[in-house]
């Protein structure tokens, strides 16, 4: 069982940045792949970025590609995403997410686990 929990949600002005960072419990972290999702009103959850394992291997969406970065601290069972040059579009609730398997081509796929979420707010 992994429990995944988000912080480091706010509101920021576009241009700026935030940290998103999801603690993880249970002794199995590392084998897992790792992800951030995120949700808008009215749209669908769409994975925003992922990282392997072991960290070696990155996908990021394209809307995102050049402003955010993802990590992956394994003594620390953490997954971070750094989001820099922000945008009024970026606005939505962003999601830690764990799974089964990692491709370069669409992210993260096979969710085992889910965190509740935290709000990133981005004001014109």
């Known amino acids: 069982q992994v429990q995944l929990v988000e912080s480091g949600g706010g509101l920021v002005q576009t241009g700026g940045s935030l940290r998103l960072s999801c603690a993880a419990s249970?002794?199995?972290?590392?084998?897992?792949?790792m992800g951030w999702f995120r949700q808008a009103p009215g749209k669908e959850r769409a994975v925003v970025a992922a990282?392997?394992?072991?960290?070696?291997?990155?996908y990021y969406a394209d809307s995102v590609k050049g402003r955010f970065t993802i990590s992956k601290d394994n003594a620390k069972n953490t997954v971070y995403l750094q989001m820099n040059s922000l945008k009024p579009e970026d606005t939505a609730v962003y999601y830690c997410?764990?799974?089964?398997?990692?491709?370069?081509?669409?992210?993260?796929?096979?969710?085992?686990?889910w965190g509740k979420g935290t709000l990133v707010t981005v004001s014109s």
């Open positions: 990282i392997s394992w072991s960290g070696s291997s990155t």
């Open positions: 997410a764990a799974g089964n398997y990692y491709k370069d081509s669409s992210g993260l796929g096979g969710i085992n686990y």
């Open positions: 249970g002794r199995t972290f590392n084998s897992y792949n």
